[in-house]
């Protein structure tokens, strides 16, 4: 009887600095129906070699972020990145390299709107003489 060999799986989540409320909410990652609790950073797991389904999501009110990716291990170790998106409503990305944030763009374009909002209510109230 030849027992199993076991091979590894490398999942890296992380978030942008400014969405610093995703520290609170650990992501999970469910590896052919198997959920695992995994850590911001790297997470080094155990698995059989061969072919691994992998959705990445973080637990909020809903599955945030959900993203998924097919890998292969059986010829090494292979790193998942998962990037966690700006905007809660928004899919995560993963991939075999580091990914961009999801929601970015729409995150910046809101907060210069915001931005224009103040500095529009400070001029009009200058202009007005603060009457």
Known sequence: MTTPQTGQ?????????SAFTMAAFKPRASINGHEVQLNWGEN??????GVHNIEIHIPYLWKMGK????????????????????INFMGGA?????????????M????????LVVVLCCAGA???GGN
């Open 108 to 115: 910046l374009i809101m907060l210069g709107v915001v931005g």
């Open 44 to 49: 080094v797991l155990p698995a059989p070699l």
């Open 94 to 106: 993963v991939g075999l390299t580091q990914q961009k944030y999801p929601g970015m763009l729409a």
């Open 67 to 86: 993203a998924n990716i097919t890998v292969d291990n059986t010829s090494g170790v292979p790193t998942v990145h998962y990037s966690a998106p700006m």
């Open 126 to 128: 200058v202009l007005s």
């Open 9 to 17: 799986l490398r999942i890296v989540p992380r978030f942008h600095w």
